[in-house]
C-alpha cells in the first residue's frame, strides 16, 4: 500500500511543488518516497510515490520502478504475486527482486492492457513508457484503491488522494455544491451514483477503468464488468462447498505480507469467519481490535467475547467515548477531502488509530459480505419476491420471516412481507427519510432515484447496485482514508473476483434459509467458527449511537456547531434544534445530523 500522483502535459512542474507534494503522501508511504521526471520532447511526466513497505522490505523495490523503458508507481497489493512469477521465470524471465510491483510491470510489458486480467488484488497504478511517451492508469475491479484525476486542456494531473492534485496544481477548486446538497438530502448511499467528487473539475476514476494515453488520444475504458448470469445446475450444497473453498483461498492469498497482520473484530459473522480461519486453518498469530459501544442496539461484547476465548488471540477493545469527538472529526474530514460517509466510517477510525498504536500495517475487514451473501433485512423481502412461484419454498421462508427476522426489525417499510410483491419498484428506503431532510435544505432536491440493471432477478440487482454504486464503495473509499491517514494497507478478503463471480452464478436465495441470512457463509465455515456466534440472528452491525459521541445536552456546543453562516447556505439551522428534541426517529436524526456536521467542518476547511 502506497501513495501515487502524477502530472502529464506541456508544462514543467517545479522541484519544489514536487517535494511539498511528496511531504503530504508521507502518511500513505512513510517508508520511502521519491520521484521520477521526463520529457521527450513533446510532452512531461512526472510520477511520485510514497511507500508503506509490506512486501519486499528491501530498497530494491522501491518506486518509481523502472524495467527497461517502464517506470511505474504502484498502489496496491497483486495477491497471486508468486504464481504469477512462476509463470515469467517458466518463460525464462528473471526478476531481481521478490515484490509484487516488478510482476506487475512486466505483466504489463508482456501483455498490455490485458494484464488486468491475471491480478487478483487491490491496485491503482501508473506506467510510462519512456519511448513513445505513453502513460497507462488503471483501477481494480471493485475500487478498493482510490484513484483521482484532473484534467485541463492538455494537462492531467492524478493522485490517490484530492490533496495531491491541488498540491501539484497549485490550485484552489471550487466546492461542488450540488455534490453537497445531494448527499444532505439522500444520505452516503447518493455518493457513488457517478464519479464526481466534492470539488469542481476533480473526478474519480471508476472502478474497473483504465486511461490510456497513447498515439495522441486519450482512451477509458471499462475492462471488467461482473455478469450475473445464473447457473441453475449448482446445488445448494455445491454452492456451499465451492464459495467456501473460494473465500479461504481468498483469505490465504490477502495475509501474504512480510510484516504482521490485525483484523477488526466486530463479533459479527463477517469478521469472526476470517479471524477464525486465520488462526485455526492457517495457523497465523494475529491481533485483533474491536470497539465497544454503551448503546446496546450496537454492543457485540457477548459474541467478541466468544471468539476470543476459542482463538486465544490478542485482543484491544476500544470503547466509544464524547472526548475529542468533533475535533476528530473535523481532522478527519480535512483529511478525507469529503464528509466521513456514516458514524460507523467514524467509528473505524478510531480502530486505525490503535492499530498504528501497536505498530501493525496491515489490517483485514470484512468489508462486502453483506452485499454479497444477502445480509439486510430488505434483501429478505426481495428473496420472498423472487421465490414467490414455488409455493412450498415461499411460505417456509414467510413462516421462518416472520417469526426470527420481523421482531428485530425497526424500520417501517422491512415489517411489510409483501413489500416488493406489491411494488417491485419500491425504493423508498435507500435514500432514507429524503422527504424529511429535504425539508431542511435550503435548496431541496429533486429526487430521481436510478439503479443500474445487472440481472433479471430483483434481489440479485439489488444486492449488485449496493455493490458497485450504494453501499460498497463509499465503505472502500473512507476505510482507505481512514487506514492511510495512519500508514495500515487494508485489505478486504470478501472482494474477491472469482469468489464474487461465483457467489452471483448461484441462484440468490441459497444465502436465505429458514429466517437466516447468509446460508452460504455461515455453511462454509461451521467447521471452525464458533457456531453460537456464526448462527445468531440478531444484526447489530458495526455502529454506535450519535449520543454516545457528541453531548447534546450542551447548549453551548450545539449552538457553535449549527450557528455557522456557511452552513446556513446549505441547511435552514434554525430547525435543526427542533429535530434535536424529536425522539420519534432517532435513526434518521442521528444520521442527518451527523451528515450535516460533517459538511460543516467540509465548508470549514474548504469553503
Known amino acids: 500500500m502506497c501513495g501515487i500522483a502524477g502530472y502529464f502535459g506541456n508544462e514543467k512542474l517545479s522541484s519544489k511543488i514536487i517535494l511539498s507534494t511528496l511531504d503530504l503522501m508521507k502518511t500513505r508511504g512513510p517508508d520511502f518516497s521519491d520521484s521520477y521526471?521526463?520529457?521527450?520532447?513533446?510532452?512531461?511526466?512526472?510520477?511520485?510515490?510514497?511507500?508503506?513497505?509490506?512486501?519486499?522490505?528491501?530498497?530494491r523495490s522501491h518506486q518509481p520502478y523502472t524495467v527497461g523503458n517502464f517506470i511505474i508507481i504502484f498502489n496496491g497489493e497483486i495477491y497471486n504475486f508468486k504464481?504469477?512469477?512462476?509463470?515469467?521465470?517458466?518463460?525464462?524471465?528473471?526478476?531481481?527482486?521478490?515484490?509484487?510491483?516488478?510482476?506487475l510491470l512486466k505483466y504489463f510489458i508482456k501483455y498490455g492492457e490485458k494484464c488486468l486480467n491475471f491480478f487478483e488484488g487491490m491496485w491503482s497504478f501508473a506506467i510510462y513508457n519512456k519511448v513513445n511517451g505513453e502513460l497507462f492508469l488503471a483501477r481494480d475491479r471493485f475500487g478498493e484503491k482510490p484513484l483521482f484525476y484532473y484534467k485541463e486542456g492538455g494537462n492531467f494531473y492524478f493522485g490517490s488522494e484530492i490533496k495531491y492534485i491541488k498540491s501539484l496544481t497549485q490550485k484552489k477548486f471550487d466546492i461542488n455544491k450540488n455534490k453537497i446538497n445531494i448527499f444532505l438530502a439522500n444520505g452516503y448511499k447518493s455518493l457513488c451514483k457517478n464519479n464526481d467528487t466534492f470539488f469542481k473539475k476533480i473526478f474519480s476514476l471508476n472502478s474497473g477503468e483504465f486511461i490510456w494515453f497513447k498515439n495522441k488520444e486519450c482512451i477509458k475504458k471499462k475492462y471488467w464488468k461482473l455478469k450475473s448470469k445464473e447457473d441453475p445446475q449448482i446445488s445448494?450444497?455445491?454452492?456451499?462447498?465451492?464459495?467456501?473453498?473460494?473465500?479461504?483461498?481468498?483469505?490465504?492469498?490477502?495475509?501474504?505480507?512480510?510484516?504482521?497482520?490485525?483484523?477488526?473484530?466486530?463479533?459479527?459473522?463477517?469478521?469472526?469467519?476470517?479471524?477464525?480461519?486465520?488462526?485455526?486453518?492457517?495457523?497465523?498469530?494475529i491481533k485483533t481490535f474491536s470497539l465497544i459501544d454503551g448503546d446496546e442496539r450496537y454492543n457485540?461484547?457477548?459474541?467478541?467475547?466468544?471468539?476470543?476465548?476459542?482463538?486465544?488471540?490478542?485482543?484491544t477493545i476500544i470503547k466509544t467515548e464524547k472526548k475529542d469527538t468533533l475535533k476528530r472529526l473535523s481532522e478527519l474530514v480535512k483529511y478525507h477531502d469529503s464528509p466521513v460517509a456514516s458514524i460507523a466510517q467514524y467509528l473505524h477510525s478510531m480502530l486505525m488509530e490503535e492499530v498504528k498504536k501497536d505498530g501493525y500495517k496491515v489490517n483485514m475487514s470484512g468489508t462486502a459480505a453483506d452485499e454479497m451473501y444477502s445480509g439486510y433485512y430488505d434483501h429478505f423481502l426481495q428473496n420472498l419476491n423472487t421465490i414467490k412461484t414455488d409455493k412450498n419454498l415461499y411460505y417456509n421462508e414467510l413462516k421462518s420471516w416472520k417469526k426470527f427476522i420481523l421482531p428485530n426489525v425497526r424500520n417501517k417499510f422491512f415489517k411489510n412481507h409483501n413489500l416488493y410483491n406489491k411494488d417491485v419498484n419500491f425504493?423508498?428506503?435507500?435514500?432514507?427519510?429524503?422527504?424529511?431532510?429535504?425539508?431542511?435544505?435550503?435548496n431541496p432536491?429533486?429526487?430521481?432515484?436510478?439503479?443500474?440493471?445487472?440481472?433479471?432477478?430483483?434481489?440479485?440487482?439489488?444486492?449488485?447496485?449496493?455493490?458497485?454504486?450504494?453501499?460498497?464503495?463509499?465503505?472502500?473509499?473512507?476505510?482507505?482514508?481512514?487506514?492511510?491517514?495512519y500508514s495500515i494497507e487494508n485489505r478486504s478478503p470478501f472482494l474477491d473476483k472469482n469468489l464474487v463471480e461465483f457467489i452471483f452464478s448461484v441462484k440468490p436465495h441459497f444465502n436465505i434459509k429458514n429466517g437466516l441470512s447468509k446460508n452460504l457463509l455461515r455453511s462454509s465455515s461451521k467447521k471452525f467458527v464458533?457456531?453460537?456466534?456464526?448462527?445468531?440472528?440478531?444484526?447489530?452491525?458495526?455502529?454506535?449511537?450519535?449520543?454516545?459521541?457528541?453531548?447534546?445536552?450542551?447548549?453551548?456546543?450545539?449552538?457553535?456547531?449549527?450557528?455557522?453562516?456557511?452552513?446556513?447556505?446549505?441547511?435552514?439551522t434554525k430547525n435543526i434544534f427542533k429535530i434535536l428534541g424529536d425522539k420519534k426517529s432517532s435513526n434518521y436524526i442521528s444520521k442527518f445530523i451527523f451528515d450535516i456536521i460533517n459538511i460543516k467542518f467540509f465548508l470549514k476547511h474548504n469553503y
Open 37 to 59: 521526471t521526463h520529457n521527450n520532447g513533446k510532452k512531461s511526466v512526472n510520477l511520485l510515490h510514497s511507500r508503506l513497505s509490506i512486501i519486499d522490505l528491501k530498497k
Open 83 to 103: 504464481e504469477l512469477r512462476k509463470k515469467l521465470v517458466n518463460e525464462n524471465i528473471n526478476f531481481i527482486t521478490s515484490s509484487d510491483t516488478e510482476v
Open 236 to 285: 445448494e450444497t455445491e454452492a456451499i462447498e465451492e464459495s467456501g473453498r473460494l473465500l479461504q483461498n481468498s483469505i490465504k492469498l490477502r495475509t501474504r505480507s512480510d510484516v504482521p497482520l490485525s483484523i477488526c473484530l466486530s463479533g459479527g459473522v463477517d469478521s469472526s469467519v476470517i479471524a477464525s480461519y486465520c488462526v485455526k486453518n492457517l495457523n497465523l498469530k
Open 300 to 315: 457485540e461484547k457477548k459474541n467478541i467475547k466468544i471468539i476470543l476465548d476459542d482463538l486465544k488471540c490478542e485482543n
Open 427 to 442: 425504493r423508498e428506503h435507500i435514500y432514507d427519510r429524503y422527504n424529511e431532510r429535504n425539508k431542511l435544505l435550503v
Open 445 to 485: 432536491v429533486i429526487n430521481k432515484f436510478k439503479e443500474k440493471k445487472y440481472s433479471e432477478n430483483l434481489h440479485n440487482n439489488r444486492k449488485l447496485n449496493e455493490l458497485f454504486h450504494e453501499t460498497t464503495p463509499i465503505i472502500l473509499f473512507n476505510e482507505d482514508h481512514n487506514s492511510m491517514k
Open 530 to 572: 464458533k457456531n453460537k456466534v456464526l448462527f445468531d440472528r440478531k444484526k447489530k452491525g458495526f455502529n454506535s449511537s450519535i449520543e454516545s459521541l457528541i453531548d447534546f445536552k450542551d447548549d453551548k456546543l450545539i449552538k457553535n456547531l449549527f450557528d455557522d453562516e456557511r452552513l446556513k447556505e446549505f441547511v435552514n
